[in-house]
């Protein structure tokens, strides 16, 4: 049982153009959500996150959506660089029993074209 | 760099055998987390401690073990090893593992079962 999907496990976009990564989740516990970034042989790399009390958040390029309602959330990045070629994670954080646990989704790799 | 540390950043070994992975946390992070991932997959949550206490458990076999020590490391046995347990593993750490608690990656350990 998948709580967290990403259903595109790949994404091609021009250099200079907008990559949007879409993300979604089916439990209504989750109540803070992350993006996470991945080069080939590295750890995932955190890089931006978003409260369930709001619906966007920005960091530079870098913006997460989050639609509540549709338990949907989405990372927009703008403009994309060959360098943001990478699998992107996206993340549910919720309480499960006493502790908070991080949900991961499948991953995406977005590949920027020169 | 994350801060994270985790050695050996690979290891083959036989089925049937057992090894321990092993994780430093970022200076001042209490909470660790152990992380599988498998080949084409999202990351599985495995195992938290918090200040050397278990805090939560996730899809971590029986076979499969962590502690927490007094310096903060942690470490992952895994025993009668499986082909099916090549993966890799991922290690991260928090503050203390509450809601906007940024989990914090190491490079990860390559584990191949031969």
């Known amino acids: 049982d998948q709580q967290v999907k990403q259903n595109s496990p790949s994404l091609s976009v021009q250099e200079g153009r907008i990559s949007i990564l879409n993300c979604d989740y089916t439990n209504s516990m989750f109540d803070y959500f992350l993006w996470y970034k991945k080069y080939p042989a590295e750890g995932p790399t955190f890089l931006i996150s978003?409260?369930?009390?709001?619906d966007k958040n920005e960091d530079g390029r870098f913006t997460v959506f989050l639609n509540k309602s549709a338990k949907h959330l989405s990372l927009h990045i703008v403009p994309s660089q060959p360098g943001d070629s990478a699998v992107y994670f996206c993340?549910?954080?919720?309480?499960?029993?006493?502790?908070?646990?991080?949900?991961f989704g499948s991953g995406t790799q977005l590949t920027v074209l020169p | 760099d994350s801060g994270v540390t985790q050695t050996p950043k690979h290891l083959i070994t036989a089925t049937g055998q057992r090894v321990t992975l092993r994780c430093s946390p970022r200076?001042?992070?209490?909470?660790v987390y152990w992380y599988q991932q498998s080949l084409d997959q999202g990351l599985q949550f495995l195992i938290q401690y918090y200040n050397g206490e278990e805090r939560a458990k996730g899809n971590i076999l029986e076979r499969f073990s962590a502690q927490q020590f007094p310096d903060l490391h942690s470490e992952l046995n895994l025993s009668s090893l499986e082909l099916g347990d090549s993966a890799l593993y991922f290690c991260?750490?928090?503050?203390?593992?509450?809601?906007?608690?940024?989990?914090?990656f190491g490079p990860g350990t390559r584990l191949t079962v031969l």
């Open positions: 200076s001042g992070d209490l909470s």
């Open positions: 978003i409260s369930s009390i709001k």
């Open positions: 991260a750490s928090s503050v203390a593992g509450g809601q906007e608690d940024t989990q914090y």
């Open positions: 993340a549910a954080s919720g309480v499960s029993g006493s502790a908070r646990q991080l949900t």
